[in-house]
């Protein structure tokens, strides 16, 4: 499921925030099916990432957000009825990349539809509603958060998550 090495995201580079890609001291990626179990599997896998690289302050925080944007890419980025779907090309992919004091967590996606973020005033009209609130967890979890569309051959986009964090000491 895992695989690690910074060669792999150097295309999802292009839409984060200015970060000197040179100075990534870890990065991590894992291809994600489309079916449900894959946000366990992004949450395992973010857990198992984060405790190798000692960090410790930010972890429940970033596992909550890595569920949301893989979530999200699940029910809103992915065709409902795909002509083709390739069993060698997982659709959704959980890129990790370390700072000395940042992580980011990046969800590649097949769509390249921008995501629509809900205000608090939209959920106080409707406090009941049982979706809708993903990407206003990842701002209220998350440090920044913002998307770009991809070009090129992998097409889609990448939502990403940023996190100032600190070695567990």
């Not at 040179?22 to 599997?41: F, K, Q």
């Not at 957000?65 to 997982?90: C, G, I, K």
Request: aromatic letters at 8%; charged letters at 20%; a negative charge.
């Amino acid at each position: 499921m895992g695989m690690n090495g910074s060669t792999m995201l150097e295309p999802l580079r292009q839409g984060l925030p200015p970060l000197d890609p040179s100075t990534v001291s870890n990065a991590a990626s894992c291809a994600l099916s489309a079916r449900y179990e894959a946000v366990r599997e992004a949450r395992q896998f973010s857990r198992r990432t984060l405790t190798q690289w000692d960090i410790g302050d930010r972890l429940d925080d970033v596992c909550l957000v890595v569920s949301e944007l893989v979530t999200n890419a699940l029910r809103h980025a992915l065709p409902t009825d795909p002509p083709h779907v390739s069993l060698q090309e997982p659709p959704i992919r959980l890129h990790l990349m370390r700072w000395t004091e940042r992580l980011v967590c990046a969800v590649r996606d097949p769509s390249r539809e921008c995501p629509v973020a809900y205000d608090a005033e939209e959920f106080s009209e409707d406090f009941s509603a049982e979706s809708g609130r993903g990407l206003f967890l990842v701002d209220s979890f998350s440090d920044s958060w913002g998307w770009h569309p991809l070009s090129g051959t992998l097409g889609g986009k990448v939502v990403w998550a940023l996190f100032g964090v600190h070695s567990a000491e």
